[in-house]
């Protein structure tokens, strides 16, 4: 058992930034984050193994940046230029599987709320 902690998130105004972070409780080979907005489908915002390899949705490349630090099992989402699109609740999950592709994922974390006003 692996359990996600977040943190972060909140209210900010449309070209704001906001930081979301995420602890696990031990080390796991993939972690990433997620969001789902009222009346939609979760998708996947970004991915990162713990090598640091990272993949991005094509909705957030280039304004969002994942990252982690192994030492205290964390990842991290600094997220720039945010736009009224972007609220959703936004879930941190973890899987074994060392791949970036893929859906499945083994852990969630219980989501924090990002709302951009207009």
């Known amino acids: 058992q692996v359990d996600l902690l977040e943190s972060g998130g909140g209210l900010v105004q449309s070209g704001g930034s906001l930081r979301l972070s995420c602890r696990a409780s031990?080390?796991?080979?993939?972690m990433a984050w997620f969001r789902q907005a009222p009346g939609k489908q979760r998708e996947l915002v970004a991915g990162i193994t713990s090598g640091g390899t990272s993949d991005y949705a094509d909705s957030v490349e280039g304004r969002f940046t994942i990252s982690r630090d192994n030492r205290d099992n964390t990842v991290s989402l600094e997220m720039n230029g945010l736009k009224p699109d972007d609220t959703a609740v936004y879930y941190c999950a973890a899987r074994w599987a060392r791949k970036l592709t893929g859906t499945r994922y083994d852990y969630w974390g219980q989501g924090t709320q990002v709302t951009v006003s207009s």
């Open positions: 031990r080390m796991i080979p993939v």
